[in-house]
Nanobody, 119 residues
Framework: QVQLVLSGGGLVQPGGSLRLSCAAS????????MAWYRQVPNNPRELLGH???????SYKDPAKGRSTISMDSVANVGFLQMNNMKPEDTAIYYCSAAITTTRGTLNYWGQGTQVTVSS
């Protein structure tokens, strides 16, 4: 059984930085890629960016230019750092990863973490 556990979040000051980690655990597996999303109530989940297990990253507009997505493939942990946080960045943040186990490749989600940007 593979799990993704998301850590970080909480209250962030405007102009401050957010750092989230997403750790995979369980029986033998490998992470193929990881993506980061966020969701505001009554809105669709929004893709922020993505990283492959080879370290290739891509970013969408909400995160572009102020974010860094990284992954430690040995420790099986992914990271999202967003700088210059704004009140409109308030949302529930999620990680998602395509993980290969002996049973094949499935997509897993972290539990989500509330991020509130406020002074």
């Amino acid at each position: 059984q593979v799990q993704l556990v998301l850590s970080g979040g909480g209250l962030v000051q405007p102009g401050g930085s957010l750092r989230l980690s997403c750790a995979a655990s369980g029986s033998t597996f490998s992470i193929n890629d990881m993506a980061w999303y966020r969701q505001v109530p009554n809105n669709p989940r929004e893709l922020l960016g993505h990283i492959t297990n080879g370290g290739i990253t891509s970013y969408k507009d909400p995160a572009k230019g102020r974010s860094t997505i990284s992954m430690d493939s040995v420790a099986n942990v992914g990271f999202l750092q967003m700088n210059n946080m704004k009140p409109e960045d308030t949302a529930i943040y999620y990680c998602s990863a395509a993980i290969t186990t002996t049973r094949g490749t499935l997509n897993y989600w972290g539990q989500g973490t509330q991020v509130t940007v406020s002074s």
